[in-house]
């Protein structure tokens, strides 16, 4: 359902951005390498989870190319056996949603965890395995067979050995996720770092319609999710998606020859032109996400919130 959309012009460009999900056990280096890839523009805002399958860490505009660098909840928690029971279907869907998987490992160091890890990556997008901590390794000479030994458990777009603390090979693993970034344009102003207190808002505002517009209705467990969030000078362009745990609510929240939905569309862009100053052109769809709301409470009982 679609309250207002337009179409880019059809102008040749050359330019690519992509999401690129930094994954890994706990304590193998993800925020080391993420600040160094990123270098000194981005401070990351907030560590605090989000029940989102993406959270935007940072982005980094290099020439031609950005590189949006995605969490994915479900990987960051340090509680013992905690890894196990988030690592579920969403997880493991919402890491088929980026354009590049990048997984971290250390160097000599291959754990139960990271067998977890091991067996949910995805089997339709690139996986690039980044072996950390190559710094600290007593006998170099223990690498190969290590990596060799890895090789033959996944079919990794590229096995990269790096060391994050010291910056050794993280420009070569920036020139390798580079390759799989698909073309588009820019989805941020190059100084930006972070879209995240608009994005949330707007999932607010629309969480708000919903929940108004919908009454007693309110289908549980029902959740915002910003798809979508482009600035183009004055105009946001937003595409946003509704998650629902099954076809009834969905049919519930579209109402009766879509009016629900529409309301819903358009009190939102209205809402949201006011706060942000701008024009915006929203798009609201809504998915059935079976089991979204037990992998959200799930998340919650983690501390996620
Ligand atoms: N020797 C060495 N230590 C590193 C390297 N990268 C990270 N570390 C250290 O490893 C520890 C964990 O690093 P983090 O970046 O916090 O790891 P993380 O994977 O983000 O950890 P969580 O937030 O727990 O998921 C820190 O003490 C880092 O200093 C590296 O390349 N070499």
């Not at 710094?135 to 590229?158: C, G, I, M």
């Not at 919903?210 to 959740?223: A, H, I, N």
């Not at 769809?285 to 919650?300: F, M, T, Y």
Request: proline share 5%; charged share 25%; aromatic share 8%.
């Amino acid at each position: 359902m679609t309250e207002q959309l337009i179409d880019s012009p059809d102008t040749p460009h050359s330019f690519h951005t992509g999401f690129v999900a930094i994954i890994g056990r706990p304590n193998v280096g993800k925020s080391t390498l993420m600040n160094k890839l990123i270098g000194q523009k981005v401070s990351i805002t907030s560590k605090k989870a989000q029940t989102t399958r993406h959270r935007i860490n940072g982005v980094l505009t290099e020439g031609d190319t950005q590189y949006i660098f995605v969490d994915t909840p479900g990987f960051q928690t340090k509680h013992g056996g905690a890894l196990n029971r988030v690592l579920n279907r969403n997880v493991s869907q919402a890491l088929g949603e980026v354009d590049v998987v990048v997984w971290v490992i250390e160097a000599m160091k291959f754990t139960s965890q990271d067998e977890a890890v091991l067996n949910i990556l995805p089997r339709e997008t690139p996986v690039i395995l980044v072996v950390n901590k190559v710094d600290a390794l007593e006998r170099k000479n223990d690498l190969l067979p290590f990596v060799q030994k890895l090789s033959t458990r996944f079919d990794f777009a590229q096995i990269i050995p790096v060391s994050a603390k010291n910056g050794i090979q993280t420009d070569v693993l920036l020139n390798q996720i580079k390759p799989y970034l698909p073309e588009n344009p820019p989805f941020f102003d190059e100084d930006d770092i972070t879209d995240r207190p608009t994005r949330f808002l707007a999932t607010e505002i629309i969480r708000e319609k919903v929940f108004r517009l919908s009454g007693d209705e309110v289908p549980y467990g029902c959740t915002v999710e910003i798809e979508l969030f482009q600035e183009e000078g004055k105009l946001y362009r937003i595409a946003a998606a509704i998650l629902v745990e099954r076809e009834a609510h969905k049919g519930m929240l579209i109402g009766k020859d879509g009016e629900r939905l529409k309301r819903i569309a358009s009190e939102s862009r209205a809402d949201m032109e006011r706060l942000f100053g701008c024009k915006v052109f929203l798009e609201v769809w809504i998915k059935v996400r079976q089991g979204w709301a037990d992998s959200e409470s799930s998340l919650r009982k983690l501390g996620y919130e």
